[in-house]
């Protein structure tokens, strides 16, 4: 069926054949690709990459999707040979990825040596079962030494992620997006100094370092005006703060450990210099899980960014109707809103919202427990996404928060 494909469609340029049971002479029948996914595809082995080096079937493949296919070994080299226009590649959840495997791609001197500034490399892991776990600072060296023209770079959820090999990813001159959530093991403060230090720090405007729980506040200080972090539990308030005056448009500080005071004025702070005051510009504010914030927290959101055009609250437990009312009072241009898990919301709230629909086209209201079917439903006409649900949100917030 591959083989009537590709000679019936001489000028297909994509093809995704990810989770079907292609075998290596489906690969021998591919020609004048620029995107391929073989994503979960397990059927197909490393001599079915040998058609790359001696054909010129994949000379003009620049994506490539390998993720679980953990039968890909000394396949990696001849991909590195056969695909010289090559500049996005994807090896998500691949326990057998090894630094063998990584380093046999830089075996020549054409392997993975022509990224150009488009160039994008992901190794992330979506589940724990099929963590990267076998990718050290080994693989982290020669990968970045040899790609200077780096520009992406996925490593989500990589345990062998250290400071040192942030100190590799830093030589990156061209490196625009980083994301390394959840490498919580080894990531720490100097592994983020060597990035603010890097060759990269002007070109980097993307980093994710959710859930790296040995990232403190000594780190925002150092990235605070660019960059932000979520699920970082040593997160506080003095590091947040450093936000202020930017001209930043989203917030996300889900599941971090912040106050009420962080967006409100109060006498006991120098200069009354507070978050919301400086940061007028916020259009997306995420503070889901954030125990702590009450609805003076909200109020502030609403009285000074009034351009707010999504708020996530989700998991807070300690929002009320007033935060509800305060909102809708002040931000006239929402959006969407995720109040999902702030049992103390009633019917009374959804009174409100209806006052901004339109602009509200999308609410999401699960695990409300104190809101009824009837005044959910009467709202759902009014928008384009609605999701409701009256279950018990401990079972499902605290855990969420928690992973």
């Given at each position: 069926?591959?083989?009537?494909?590709?000679?019936?469609?001489?000028?297909?340029?994509?093809?995704?054949?990810?989770?079907?049971?292609?075998?290596?002479?489906?690969?021998?029948?591919?020609?004048?690709?620029?995107?391929?996914?073989?994503?979960?595809?397990?059927?197909?082995?490393?001599?079915?990459?040998?058609?790359?080096t001696?054909?010129?079937?994949?000379?003009?493949?620049?994506?490539?999707?390998?993720?679980?296919?953990?039968?890909?070994?000394?396949?990696?080299?001849?991909?590195?040979?056969?695909?010289?226009?090559?500049?996005?590649?994807?090896?998500?959840?691949?326990?057998?990825?090894?630094?063998?495997?990584?380093?046999?791609?830089?075996?020549f001197p054409?392997?993975?040596?022509c990224?150009?500034?488009?160039?994008?490399?992901?190794?992330?892991?979506?589940?724990?079962?099929?963590?990267?776990n076998?990718i050290?600072?080994?693989?982290?060296?020669?990968?970045?030494?040899?790609?200077?023209?780096?520009?992406?770079?996925?490593?989500?959820?990589?345990?062998?992620?250290?400071?040192d090999?942030?100190?590799?990813?830093?030589?990156?001159?061209?490196?625009?997006?980083?994301?390394?959530?959840?490498?919580?093991?080894?990531?720490?403060?100097?592994?983020?100094?060597?990035?603010?230090?890097?060759?990269?720090?002007?070109?980097?405007?993307h980093?994710?370092?959710?859930?790296?729980?040995?990232?403190?506040?000594?780190?925002?200080?150092?990235?605070?005006?660019?960059?932000?972090?979520?699920?970082?539990?040593?997160?506080?308030?003095?590091?947040?703060?450093?936000l202020?005056?930017?001209?930043?448009?989203?917030?996300?500080?889900?599941?971090?450990?912040?106050?009420?005071?962080?967006?409100?004025i109060?006498?006991?702070?120098?200069?009354?210099?507070?978050?919301?005051?400086?940061?007028?510009?916020?259009?997306?504010?995420?503070?889901?899980?954030?125990?702590?914030?009450?609805?003076?927290?909200?109020?502030?959101?609403?009285?000074?960014?009034?351009?707010?055009?999504?708020?996530?609250?989700?998991?807070?437990?300690?929002?009320?109707?007033?935060?509800?009312?305060?909102?809708?009072?002040?931000?006239?241009?929402?959006?969407?809103l995720?109040?999902?898990?702030?049992?103390?919301?009633?019917?009374?709230?959804?009174?409100?919202?209806?006052?901004?629909?339109?602009?509200?086209t999308?609410?999401?209201?699960?695990?409300?427990?104190?809101i009824?079917?009837?005044?959910?439903?009467?709202?759902?006409?009014?928008?384009?996404?609605?999701?409701?649900?009256?279950?018990?949100?401990?079972?499902?917030?605290d855990?969420?928060?928690?992973?």
């Open positions: 069926m591959i083989q009537r494909i590709t000679e019936g469609c001489p000028c297909l340029l994509y093809l995704n054949l990810s989770s079907t049971l292609v075998t290596d002479h489906s690969l021998k029948a591919i020609f004048s690709l620029q995107y391929l996914s073989l994503a979960h595809c397990r059927r197909f082995t490393d001599e079915g990459f040998l058609c790359l001696t054909e010129k079937g994949a000379r003009n493949l620049t994506h490539l999707n390998l993720s679980e296919c953990s039968q890909v070994t000394n396949g990696f080299r001849y991909i590195s040979a056969g695909c010289p226009s090559l500049t996005e590649v994807v090896i998500n959840d691949m326990p057998t990825l090894s630094d063998s495997c990584v380093l046999v791609s830089f075996l054409q392997h993975f040596r990224y150009t500034k488009d160039t994008y490399w992901s190794v992330k892991t979506r589940q724990k079962k099929h963590s990267n076998q050290t600072d080994v693989s982290w060296q020669a990968l970045c030494s040899h790609s200077q023209g780096l520009c992406r770079l996925q490593a989500a959820d990589c345990p062998g992620m250290t400071d090999s942030l100190r590799y990813v830093a030589s990156l001159k061209s490196l625009k997006y980083l994301d390394i959530s959840l490498c919580s093991r080894w990531v720490a403060d100097a592994g983020i100094k060597c990035l603010t230090d890097g060759s990269s720090t002007d070109e980097l405007h980093l994710s370092i959710s859930r790296c729980c040995l990232v403190t506040d000594n780190s925002v200080r150092r990235i605070a005006r660019r960059y932000l972090a979520r699920y970082c539990e040593r997160l506080t308030d003095p590091a947040v703060e450093l202020s005056g930017s001209s930043i448009c989203s917030l996300d500080l889900s599941g971090c450990n912040i106050q009420d005071q962080l967006f409100i109060t006498s006991h702070v120098p200069f009354g210099q507070k978050l919301c005051k400086n940061t007028r510009d916020l259009e997306h504010v995420d503070v889901s899980h954030c125990v702590a914030l009450s609805d003076a927290a909200i109020r502030a959101v609403s009285f000074y960014c009034r351009g707010l055009l999504t708020l996530k609250m989700s998991g807070c437990p300690k929002m009320s109707d007033m935060a509800v009312l305060y909102l809708t009072s002040g931000s006239q241009y929402l959006r969407e995720d109040m999902s898990g702030c049992t103390l919301l009633t019917d009374r709230s959804l009174r409100h919202l209806k006052r901004i629909c339109p602009p509200l999308s609410i999401r209201m699960t695990c409300c427990s104190s009824s079917w009837a005044a959910a439903i009467k709202l759902q006409a009014r928008v384009s996404h609605w999701e409701y649900s009256n279950f018990n949100p401990s079972s499902c917030f855990c969420s928060a928690n992973q």
